[in-house]
């Protein structure tokens, strides 16, 4: 017997209750890896207040607590977002982004989470974080905001507890939410943060209608066709990077890069293969003409074949199962 994958659970739509939230895998139920953490939290200081040196890159930055933390910001975001009638408004961006595509979670060396939401309801989501004050703080720039929680206490600076510190010349606390936003057009969507306009922008197409993407045990809106998404903000560079700026810091950290591949005993990666249409078929016939399911595996490389975590199908473009589980950027 076929099993048939609903696509209309993975449309993201703007209220809680309007998504079926029970009809997507259960991703509390799989086998996820031991999540690497830093030994020690990162931005803890010397005794004449100079940040303690930062793990190498393409190590772990954040700590156990510290992790926990950054998930927890994005997910009380997120749960607001759908309280607020606003969970359509929004999506995974940049390096968060990768990790679900990548990872099937945060990149393990990142250390910030990002999203990208809709710039005609920033003054609302402004208020509705605003009022989490003080356990929770907001701080406004010219074209993000970064939302954290109180600061840790300095007294408290070498244990590692889930609240943001001082740890930057500026403001805000880290760890924090980068909140960056969009503007849309007819045709495109441009993130005003790098573009004044259009011109930099990427076809709605490629965005909308949002999806749910695993980042961790949690769902959350991604662009329709993540692959293209990532692809036209990262270009074809390909390997896994971190490019020398460092948001604990705000300023210059560790930079390097490395084939993906190579961290593939170390970290575990998503690989993508069409689900075998005896086993696995989408059944609406508005959607089954663009779209396959797709099996995503999280694995770690070994000497023989990879390890498998677990396993999902998901409805997805047929172009998402051509790419190499080691760079996004290449056909597998």
């Not at 495109?188 to 209608?209: A, R």
């Not at 662009?223 to 020398?244: E, M």
Request: aromatic share 12%.
């Amino acid at each position: 017997m076929k099993t048939v994958i609903p696509v209309e659970p993975f449309v993201v739509k703007a209220q809680r209750q309007q998504n079926q939230w029970s009809a997507l895998p259960n991703l509390q139920q799989l086998d996820w890896p031991i999540a690497e953490v830093a030994q020690c939290p990162s931005g803890r200081r010397f005794p004449n207040g100079t940040v303690k040196p930062l793990p190498p890159a393409l190590s772990p930055v954040v700590s156990k607590a510290q992790r926990k933390l950054t998930k927890h910001l994005l997910k009380t975001f997120s749960d607001l977002m759908f309280q607020h009638g606003m969970g359509d408004r929004f999506m995974l961006n940049g390096g968060t982004l990768v990790g679900s595509f990548q990872h099937h979670d945060i990149v393990p060396w990142d250390d910030d989470v990002d999203v990208l939401a809709d710039v005609n309801v920033r003054p609302s989501i402004q208020l509705m974080l605003q009022q989490l004050t003080p356990e929770y703080q907001v701080t406004i720039q010219d074209v993000r905001d970064k939302f954290y929680t109180k600061f840790l206490s300095q007294q408290n600076d070498e244990l590692d507890r889930p609240l943001s510190r001082k740890a930057s010349r500026f403001s805000w606390g880290w760890p924090y939410l980068d909140i960056g936003y969009f503007r849309v057009n007819d045709t495109h969507l441009w993130d005003i943060s790098t573009s004044p306009g259009p011109t930099g922008g990427i076809f709605k197409e490629i965005i909308f209608p949002l999806v749910f993407r695993p980042l961790g045990k949690h769902w959350y809106p991604a662009p329709f066709d993540t692959l293209s998404y990532i692809r036209r903000v990262y270009g074809s560079s390909g390997g896994c990077a971190v490019f020398g700026y460092s948001h604990i810091l705000e300023g210059r950290g560790p930079s390097g890069r490395t084939s993906c591949w190579s961290l593939g005993r170390r970290y575990a990666f998503v690989q993508r293969t069409l689900a075998d249409p005896e086993k696995f078929i989408i059944a609406d016939p508005q959607w089954a003409k663009t779209m396959v399911v797709v099996e995503e595996s999280l694995v770690y490389r070994t000497n023989r074949a990879p390890l498998v975590l677990h396993t999902i199908q998901i409805p997805s473009l047929v172009g998402s199962t051509e790419v190499n589980t080691y760079s996004f950027v290449d056909t597998s």
